[in-house]
């Protein structure tokens, strides 16, 4: 079964790049990574999907090494509003049947 | 707004009760997902649907059980109600199978069993 593991929290101040790593070493093989965002009380919130390399849009880069066993959310230059729990997702074959896998979540605090 | 609904957005009931949680997709959308998310294990997949057949299972309790109906709204049965299911129980959708392309997610349902 896929472990997918993120830092539990991360703190920040506003105008700084934020990195924020998930582990993943059981990924299904064709599937691509997503990441979410998610806001205390609400479901949560597509940011960013890649499959290999590097994927850029008008709110983040995903970087995703050749190996596909972890992937890099950046967020540039982070505001306040950015404060959140971070997640990524990704599919799971190991054990027969498919499943989608949350990572743990990294809680960002965006300081002023 | 993602274009998903699912009510009620509480619920709160007793030990040993029968729940059903219900979710309409976006317009569209062929795919269900069901996630519950509790403070100690996180967002945990519990099942998809696809245009009526169940396509992926996760760590769902026999206890649950769901289905997808003809118009493609989705129903999460929850019996035999423990403390600990207790938890915010979103749905998702997305216009395809696994793997690929955005899950939409509802606000959720919150549970809390006394």
């Known amino acids: 079964l896929a472990k997918t593991t993120q830092p539990i929290s991360m703190d920040s101040y506003e105008g700084q790049e934020v990195n924020i790593t998930c582990s993943h070493n059981?990924?299904?093989?064709?599937?691509?990574i997503t990441w979410y965002q998610q806001f205390p009380s609400q479901g949560p919130r597509f940011i960013i999907q890649g499959y290999k390399t590097k994927v850029t849009n008008e709110v983040a880069s995903l970087f995703i090494p050749a190996d596909r066993k972890s992937s890099t959310l950046s967020l540039p230059r982070v505001s306040l509003s950015d404060t959140a729990v971070y997640y990524c997702?990704?599919?799971?074959?190991?054990?027969?049947?498919?499943?989608?896998?949350f990572g743990t979540g990294t809680r960002l605090k965006v300081l002023a | 707004d993602s274009g998903v609904t699912q009510t009620p957005k509480h619920l709160i009931t007793a030990t040993g009760q029968r729940v059903t949680l219900r979710c309409s997709p976006r317009s569209g959308d062929l795919s269900v997902y069901w996630y519950q998310q509790s403070l100690d294990q996180g967002l945990q997949f519990l099942i998809q649907y696809y245009n009526g057949e169940e396509r992926a299972k996760g760590n769902i309790l026999e206890r649950f059980s769901a289905q997808q109906f003809p118009d493609l709204h989705s129903e999460l049965n929850l019996s035999s109600l423990e403390l600990g299911d207790s938890a915010l129980y979103f749905c998702a959708s997305s216009l395809g199978l696994a793997g690929v392309g955005e899950q939409y997610f509802g606000p959720g349902t919150r549970l809390t069993v006394t």
């Open positions: 059981n990924i299904a093989t064709n599937d691509y």
């Open positions: 997702l990704v599919g799971d074959r190991g054990s027969g049947t498919y499943k989608y896998i």
